[in-house]
């Protein structure tokens, strides 16, 4: 079955305590995206990667950082998290280089940062 | 860069009215539309999309959307709802490079 595994689901955290969310996609999919999502805000990029070891920042990257070492893995890193990072997470990925058939969202990722 | 404005935060209908949730765009170059659901305690899942061609635009679940470029609209509408389609939708928009999302429109159909 095609999908994006993100883990943990839940995960609360206090501030500056480093962690790692990871997502995995089983589509060999070269596209892949984490993005946050805020009541009223929508959902907003944090992160893409159009392919093994090609990454750049979407409209929210500060206080984030990811990898892509391997095309199925794209890790969300939260060096020392703060309590603005607060949020639902989403991973995403796409059989195109591009955003253009984003078809498959992970579950979520619901952190709490205390 | 390209922007969305979904103009209803929240739609409340009876179960088998009609539904429009509203989409407006605004960008500079040629634009891809899509549509998202988001059933609660869920990931996205994608309901129909614009790249090319007609603009009527038939989606899973009986949705479809209509792209209309002189009014930069990407409308979505269902003719008759039922309780299952409760859930947040979410309009997007993206220019090959980007993906934009709007803030979401909250459905609750009623019995």
């Known amino acids: 079955e095609a999908q994006v595994t993100q883990n943990p689901r839940y995960l609360i955290t206090v501030t500056g305590k480093k962690l790692t969310v990871t997502c995995s996609q089983n589509m060999n999919h070269e596209y892949m995206s984490w993005y946050r999502q805020d009541p009223g805000l929508g959902l907003r990029q944090i992160y893409y990667s159009m392919n093994v070891e090609v990454t750049d920042k979407g409209d929210v990257p500060e206080g984030y950082k990811v990898s892509r070492k391997e095309k199925r893995n794209f890790p969300l890193i939260l060096e020392s998290p703060s309590p603005n990072q607060t949020s639902l997470y989403f991973c995403a990925s796409s059989s195109d280089r591009v955003p253009l058939n984003i078809q498959y969202f992970g579950a979520g990722t619901r952190l709490s940062v205390l | 860069a390209q922007s969305v404005t979904q103009l209803d935060s929240q739609v409340p209908v009876f179960e088998e009215a009609p539904v429009e949730l509203r989409c407006n765009y605004s960008s500079s170059v040629s634009v891809y539309l899509f549509w998202y659901v988001q059933y609660p305690n869920q990931g996205l899942q994608l309901l129909l999309k614009?790249?090319?061609?007609?603009?009527l635009v038939k989606g899973i679940n009986g949705f479809e959307a209509e792209f209309n470029k002189s009014q930069t609209s990407f409308h979505l509408r269902k003719p008759s709802v039922h309780i299952s389609d409760t859930a947040e939708y979410f309009c997007?928009?993206?220019?090959?490079?980007?993906?934009?999302f709007g803030a979401g429109t909250r459905l609750t159909v009623k019995p």
């Open positions: 997007a928009v993206s220019d090959r490079n980007d993906m934009r």
């Open positions: 614009y790249l090319s061609g007609s603009t």
